[in-house]
């Protein structure tokens, strides 16, 4: 496993870190989870990345059962705050101080932890002054349950305003969780640059682009049974927009490249993103531990500038790069 550091801070994180959407607590079954969990572990993943909306905070708790026993100073567990929560009431939801403190508390809880590495607001809150979110972030930071703090789908300009109140509060504020895959590139114009400006990294998630960079979709062919495009209540809505026929022609012809790489097409769509300087981290997920083994070795893998120059001309008719779709609700 290689280490890159998270934006400005002294904190290492590994260079893929082990995720939990739409797997644990819902898809997978708690044997096969602890099982992935300890697959990550064995390859060398330090960094484990969750939030208390995934399977209605199902998944913190399968993920705290899985690393406990574990030493906690070798680890860097995060999580996220937004969606609602539990019986859904008016405030469980947001970014008010009230919802943060208050998931905080039961994010810890469920993860078996005193503190978290990352606390990450999974969206930006158009409802609530950005002010009060800030400072109930801060007020976490001075209690010591949070060490770092992040964003996830943050804009541009929400990510300056962000890191301008950060720094009168004296926040850490270290990174942003974008979806980013070959085919969805729309923070590379914006949130990138700004990023690099204020001193965040990206952790991001889909690198396999939901599975459709494996290469398991084929154009004109029925969706494999059992995939997460046939489970309506297992990820299908947001693969669904890379499901059509010219899209999944142009991936195929990625099978080439990959085989003269000597990389499996995961491992490929992975080490695509880690060639971009400010990810520090690639999340993949898994329902089975040879995943893990299989897409961990795409970590420390240089792509040559022809390889990269190949897949874009492979792949320029199908990729996503229209800034304003980071979008926050």
């Not at 109140?165 to 729309?186: C, D, G, I, T």
Request: hydrophobic share 40%.
């Amino acid at each position: 496993m290689e280490f890159r550091r998270l934006g400005r801070s002294g904190l290492n994180i590994s260079e893929i870190s082990y995720g939990n959407w739409l797997t644990h607590g819902s898809q997978v079954e708690e044997e096969q989870a602890q099982a992935c969990i300890k697959a990550a572990l064995e390859a060398g993943i330090t960094t484990f990345d969750t939030a208390d909306v995934y399977a209605n905070t199902a998944a913190e708790s399968v993920l705290g059962r899985g690393l406990k026993g574990q030493r906690r100073e070798s680890l860097e567990i995060f999580t996220k705050v937004f969606w609602p929560t539990g019986p859904k009431g008016p405030n469980d939801k947001g970014l008010s101080r009230k919802h943060i403190l208050e998931s905080a508390n039961a994010s810890l809880q469920r993860l078996g932890t005193d503190y978290l590495d990352l606390y990450q607001a999974h969206r930006f809150d158009r409802s609530v002054p950005l002010e009060e979110t800030m400072l109930a972030f801060a007020d976490l930071v001075r209690q010591g349950k949070v060490l770092y703090v992040g964003v996830s789908e943050w804009t541009a300009e929400q990510i300056t305003r962000g890191a301008e109140l950060a720094r009168e509060l004296k926040v850490p504020f270290v990174s942003n969780q974008p979806q980013y895959s070959m085919l969805w590139r729309v923070i590379e114009s914006q949130v990138v640059p700004a990023s690099e400006r204020e001193g965040l990294s990206q952790i991001v998630w889909s690198p396999i682009a939901q599975g459709v960079l494996t290469g398991k979709y084929k154009a004109g062919q029925p969706l494999p049974a059992g995939s997460r495009a046939t489970d309506e209540n297992g990820g299908a809505n947001t693969v669904k927009g890379f499901l059509n026929d010219k899209t999944l022609t142009a991936v195929a012809k990625l099978e080439p490249l990959a085989a003269e790489a000597g990389l499996s097409m995961a491992q490929l769509a992975v080490a695509w993103v880690l060639q971009n300087p400010n990810v520090a981290s690639a999340i993949i997920g898994a329902s089975r531990p040879e995943q893990v083994h299989e897409n961990v070795k795409a970590a420390g893998v240089k792509l040559e500038p022809e390889l990269l120059t190949a897949i874009d001309e492979a792949l320029e008719d199908v990729v996503e790069r229209d800034a304003s779709l980071t979008r926050s609700p």
